[in-house]
DNA sequence: GATTTGTTTAACTATAATGTTAAATATCAA
DNA sequence: TTGATATTTAACATTATAGTTAAACAAATC
């Protein structure tokens, strides 16, 4: 049996697999944004943004917060734990990886 | 604008948003194996797990061989350029996301 | 208070993804 | 050559996803 699947990085990686919700993610790694703001940006509508907005918060990768200011504003802030876990199980992939491929030197050097 | 979407990234993690996809990458990690050995591993058909193959090789995550003998097998391979790719653009959000914080570090301060 | 603004939710439609069963393909073994 | 094995492909049903329009809601402005 392999790693055991993780159901967070599951939703991670969902929500992730979108290009309209990646792009939200590389606007939000710059500055916090609101909802309004982000649709634009996307050139989605509203509603659609809205939707995706839902997906990202239920994965965790951002957080609604607000302006002080006007309390019908959302702004939306990224969050790092999602992609930790997510770079973590990466590097996990890899170093396995890596370890496979000197164990299979290995066997070709022993074998001369 | 932000980063310039990747269609080579939506396909990798379209690909290992899948759950039965990413512990086939989990046990490729580990090793080499056979359509029929990641079908009985994971507990799907070989038809499904086939289809699976199918998505993962055109994401480029893995990569056909033979083992030499038989040449009804199919041996499966992981390939790390993909996962590097995916790494790259985390670190990359990753990296944004701290010049964020440290510049709003820097504001507050700046305000006492 | 009436209306506009920012955002979300609901209902609906269209498209895509996943699994299943059945059939096809290619190769091995007898 | 006949039959078995490893894997894929096709056709189909089911479910999930993403967008649209219309409506709801809460907070702001007039």
């Given at each position: 049996m392999g790693l055991?699947?993780?159901?967070?990085?599951?939703?991670?990686?969902?929500?992730?697999?979108?290009?309209?919700?990646?792009?939200?993610v590389d606007l939000l790694s710059q500055q916090p944004m609101r909802a309004g703001e982000?649709?634009?940006?996307?050139?989605?509508?509203?509603?659609?943004?809205?939707?995706h907005l839902r997906v990202l918060r239920s994965s965790?990768?951002?957080?609604?917060s607000h302006d002080g200011v006007d309390a019908r504003v959302r702004l939306y802030v990224l969050r790092s734990a999602p992609m930790s876990e997510l770079k973590a199980w990466l590097e996990q992939t890899e170093a396995l990886w890596s370890?496979?491929?000197?164990s299979?030197?290995?066997?070709?050097?022993?074998q001369e």
């Amino acid at each position: 049996m392999g790693l055991p699947a993780s159901v967070s990085l599951d939703r991670t990686l969902a929500a992730l697999a979108d290009p309209n919700r990646r792009q939200v993610v590389d606007l939000l790694s710059q500055q916090p944004m609101r909802a309004g703001e982000l649709a634009q940006a996307t050139g989605l509508s509203p509603q659609a943004m809205s939707r995706h907005l839902r997906v990202l918060r239920s994965s965790e990768l951002i957080e609604e917060s607000h302006d002080g200011v006007d309390a019908r504003v959302r702004l939306y802030v990224l969050r790092s734990a999602p992609m930790s876990e997510l770079k973590a199980w990466l590097e996990q992939t890899e170093a396995l990886w890596s370890e496979q491929l000197l164990s299979f030197k290995a066997h070709l050097e022993q074998q001369e």
